[in-house]
């Protein structure tokens, strides 16, 4: 008679339930449905987490002037590669997101538009993500026709996906639920509390700094409207350092910002800006003067010079993984580093099985 050992299921937290600890906790649960036990813990889940709020483009940017500079200097790096893997594997979730029948639940949508460049650069490394990548003569028709501001140099155009992340993330807390994950509404004041989990896993945001020893994060404010305005058909995105314009069409809707405002920690919509934002907005495109406004927002984004993954060992022994600090990035990186938290959960299970 053979004996056949069933191994105990790690008992896993993820503490954050925005983009990155939603889609981690969704993605383990996927991967490992008879190896673990995943409870999802937050103070606050969609649809009202700051990633709710969330107007998203599928375009890799980055709001840190510091680690632009610092990649200056440094050329390419580990981290470098590991932000174009993250990306990569979250575009291919998307493509297959796209083509599969929930979409008609999520709505994700494919959109053309423009990216404006104010200086002579290469080819971005991520033109291999979105479709049809190409540079845009600003003098000619099809520059003047989308508006493009006079003293830019190019436009970029491309295609790429608009997510509204209000569907997006009702979509995965029913996935996870399904999987079933277990959901816990509590607000974690140390990481401590959650001794009693084999791992835990840190995507906590804006509060990491009050969880752990961190001295890199900062809050990044971003503010948009959304508006009516069915005739809107091509995105635009203007950037100018920090200061940040865009027209990002829905499926049936338009969002209108925005500000990256780092040190910022005021979540309140501000008047004075949304003024600000329409009238940018209305000299990318006057015929918005007539769209009917549904809306504002705002939130805060939690950024960091580089965003941290990384392990270490809890006090009683567990393994706790962080993973924070994607400033307005959370959505284009999120499946990449859900799929890295994965591998580290699979490597424990194999260490506690003695694989």
């Known amino acids: 008679m053979s004996t056949v050992l069933t191994l105990k299921k790690l008992r896993i937290a993820v503490v954050g339930a ?61 981290y470098q590669e590991n932000m174009k893997k993250w990306t990569r594997e979250t575009f291919a979730k998307f493509h297959s997101i796209y083509r599969s029948e929930v979409n008609a639940e999520i709505q994700i949508c494919l959109r053309t538009g423009y990216l404006t460049c104010y200086e002579d650069a290469h080819d971005p490394w991520w033109k291999e993500c ?18 493009a501001p006079p003293a830019c140099t190019e436009l970029w155009a491309f295609t790429t996906y608009i997510v509204d992340c209000s569907n997006y993330m009702r979509w995965m807390m029913k996935e996870f639920l399904t999987n079933c994950g277990t959901i816990i509404k509590r607000k974690i004041e140390s990481l401590n509390e959650l001794s009693t989990y084999d791992i835990v896993v840190n995507c906590t945001g804006m509060r990491a700094g009050n969880l752990v020893e961190e001295h890199d994060m900062k809050p990044c404010r971003g503010q948009g409207l959304l508006v009516k305005a069915p005739w809107i058909s091509a995105f635009i995105v203007d950037e100018i350092g920090l200061d940040l314009t865009y027209i990002i ?19 309140e919509p501000d008047s004075s ?48 993984i962080h993973c924070y600090g994607h400033g307005g990035q959370g959505v284009v990186l999120s499946w990449g580093c859900a799929k890295d938290i994965g591998d580290i959960v699979q490597k424990q299970y194999r260490k506690q099985a003695n694989l």
């Not at 969704?26 to 709710?52: G, N, R, Y």
């Not at 979105?130 to 508006?147: H, L, Q, W």
């Open 273 to 320: 800006t949304t003024q600000g934002i329409l009238e940018r907005c209305f000299k990318l495109n006057p015929s918005l003067r007539k769209a009917q406004i549904l809306g504002g927002w705002s939130g805060l984004r939690p950024l960091r010079s580089r965003v941290r993954l990384d392990t270490e060992t809890g006090p009683t022994g567990s393994v706790v």
């Open 249 to 267: 069409p829905r499926a049936d809707t338009v969002v209108l910002g925005g500000t990256a405002e780092i040190g910022n920690a005021s979540e």
């Open 18 to 78: 925005g983009v990155i600890g939603l889609s981690a906790a969704l993605h383990i649960t996927e991967k490992f449905p008879d190896m673990v036990q995943v409870h999802l813990i937050a103070d606050k889940f969609t649809p009202d987490t700051a990633s709710d709020l969330t107007g998203m483009i599928l375009w890799p940017f980055d709001l840190s002037e510091e680690l632009k500079e610092s990649e200056r200097d440094s050329g390419e790096s580990e």
């Open 130 to 147: 979105v479709f049809g990548f190409r540079r845009v003569n600003p003098k000619s028709t099809e520059a003047i026709t989308a508006n």
